[in-house]
């Protein structure tokens, strides 16, 4: 190993991980998942699990580790509903009130971190809109929020997607494709989208850890955003071929990870070969 990989790999505290396709594939664990983790904790590494999917509740993520056999904690798991919570009390102290486009789940972790819901109703002026993956849609909500966004209330997005995977014979339009949609009635987007390839994921954790982006490793398997994120955060970006990136594919992107591994567990080979060597 060289100098200038083994010094980036000694300066990582904490290890970001994106989990379909890096931890798990569907719902199948990989096989080294477990002693990865542990390989972390051994060398002083925390680490936490990040999604850019706001509908279900951190507990139903928690949930989903638990049964593969990973126990993890609330603050390790970090989805663009805290992303956000954190970006909103970081760049708007004072905004109380917030017009939430969301899923009752996603509505009542906002209410839990001291905000209020704002109703359907042209007297309850938000502070804020916030538009996500609402899976409850109805059209008077998604009315109400266009006409906020052309009040020009600041307008915040949860997440970039365009659609959320599923194997099931229909399609989730995503935060992305409902924010088009208000864009089209409104002519105006959001002022922020958090999600990755955003970087204020990961400033999120910065600013819970207290860590510098050098000292952050963002590990995934899409190029086009866990890498994207790295990228744009200045973060180390550890590209898995675990998921749905080829090696083809990684050459093609114009922003490089910083190294690119085979899978978690190659990852965790090169920092215990680093710490070994220190
Ligand atoms: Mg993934």
Redesign the pocket.
Known sequence: MNKELKEQLLAIRHVAL?????IYLSNSIFPFTLDFLAKLTRLGITYSFLTNNPTRSLEDYLAKLAKMGIQATKEQMYSTVPATIDYIKAHYPKAKKLFLLGTPSMISQFEDAGFISTAESADDVPDIVVAAFDLTLVYPRLCRAAWWVAQGIPYIATNPDKVCPTDQPTILVDCGSICKCIEYATGRKPDVTIGKPDPAMLAGIESRYGLKPAQIAMV???IY??IEMAYNAGAFGVLVLS??TTLEMAREWPHQPSIICRDIEELGNLLEEAHAQA
Do not use: A
């Not at 994106?18 to 890096?22: I, K, L, P, V, Y």
């Open positions: 994106d989990m379909d396709g890096t995934g398997d899409r955003t866990d998921g749905e």
